[in-house]
C-alpha cells in the first residue's frame, strides 16, 4: 500500500481490494474540516511504531506494535525519552491503551487478548478476551472505548471487559471503516482513520462525523514517505486543554489546538 495525503476530497486509501468498495468519498462541505493549529512540537522516538497514546497526571504513556518491537513505555514528552517500558512479546502485535484506576489495559491486533498492567511497575496483573480484532482504547470516563477497524465502537466495561453498547460511526449516512487510535475529548471521540491524515470528531450519541481535523502538514513537516508511517496516536491533557498527535514513526509529537479551541478559516 502507499500512503497519499487524504486532502479535502477524499477519505482514505485501500487497506486491500475485499474493503475498497466500503471506503467512503467525502465531501469537503457537507461537515467542516480544519487544519490542525500546531502551538508546540516535541521529539519522538523516530522507530516508535505507534498504536495507542494517551496523557495522565502529567504522563505521557506510548503504545507501540509490529511482531517483536511491540511494547508500552512511559515517555517524557519534552526529551522524547522512554522512562520505562515493558515488551509485549512475540508472536503477539500490540495495539492501544487506555488507563483505567491504576492499571492500564492494551490490546492485541488478531489475537483476542489483552493485558493489566500496573502503571507504577508496569508488571503484568491479568489478561482479558475479546471478539474480533484490537485497534485502539480510549475512556469517557465509565466505559472504555475500542475500535477495531470496522465502522463499530465498542464500549466496554473496564472490570469485566463485557461489551455494554455498540455504536456505528458514519459519514453522510455511509459507515465509515478503519477507525483507529481513539481519544475522548470535550464529550466527543476523535479517531485517526487509518491510512489518512484526517482525524474524525464523532458524536458518542449519534456515532455521526461532526467533522474534521487535517493533519496532512504535520505529516508533510514530519517528512515520512514510507507506505505505513501514517498520523496515529492522540493524547489529551484535559486539565491543561493540551491535545497531542503524532504517527507511525514520526520524529515529531505536535501539541495542537483541541477542536472546541480552534477558530475555522474560510
Known amino acids: 500500500m502507499t500512503f497519499k495525503s487524504a486532502g479535502l476530497a477524499l477519505l482514505a486509501l485501500l487497506a486491500g481490494p475485499a474493503v475498497a468498495q466500503d471506503i467512503p468519498t467525502l465531501d469537503p462541505t457537507s461537515v467542516p474540516v480544519v487544519p490542525a493549529q500546531v502551538v508546540a512540537t516535541y521529539p519522538h522516538d523516530p522507530q516508535a511504531y505507534t498504536e495507542g497514546l494517551f496523557y495522565e497526571d502529567g504522563k505521557l504513556w506510548e503504545s507501540t506494535g509490529t511482531v517483536g518491537k511491540s511494547g508500552i513505555r512511559l515517555v517524557d514528552l519534552r526529551t522524547g525519552k522512554v522512562l520505562k517500558s515493558v515488551a509485549v512479546d512475540p508472536p503477539l502485535y500490540g495495539e492501544g491503551i487506555a488507563p483505567w484506576r491504576d492499571q492500564i489495559l492494551s490490546l492485541t491486533w488478531k489475537n483476542g487478548i489483552g493485558f493489566r498492567w500496573s502503571k507504577s511497575t508496569l508488571k503484568k496483573l491479568g489478561e482479558f478476551k475479546y471478539e474480533g480484532e484490537g485497534w485502539a482504547l480510549t ?53 485517526n482513520v487509518w491510512l489518512t491524515d484526517r482525524i474524525a470528531r464523532i458524536d458518542p450519541k449519534s456515532g455521526k462525523v461532526i467533522g474534521w481535523i487535517d493533519v496532512s502538514e504535520l505529516h508533510r513537516q514530519v517528512g515520512n514517505t514510507a507506505e505505513n508511517d501514517v498520523a496515529n496516536g492522540i493524547a489529551w491533557d484535559a486539565k491543561k486543554r493540551r491535545l497531542f498527535v503524532t504517527g507511525k514513526d514520526w520524529a515529531y509529537i505536535f501539541e495542537i489546538k483541541a477542536p472546541k479551541d480552534t477558530v475555522s478559516t474560510p
Do not use: C
Not at 470516563?141 to 470496522?150: A, N, Q, V, W
Not at 466495561?157 to 481519544?183: C, M, S, W, Y
Not at 470535550?186 to 479517531?191: H, K, Q
Open 139 to 191: 475512556s469517557d470516563g465509565t466505559s472504555l472505548i475500542l475500535s477495531d477497524g470496522t465502522p463499530v465502537l465498542r464500549f466496554v466495561d473496564p472490570a469485566t471487559f463485557k461489551v455494554r453498547r455498540t455504536l456505528t460511526v458514519a459519514h453522510d449516512g455511509q459507515p465509515l471503516i478503519n477507525l483507529n487510535e481513539l481519544e475522548y475529548v470535550d464529550g466527543e471521540i476523535l479517531a
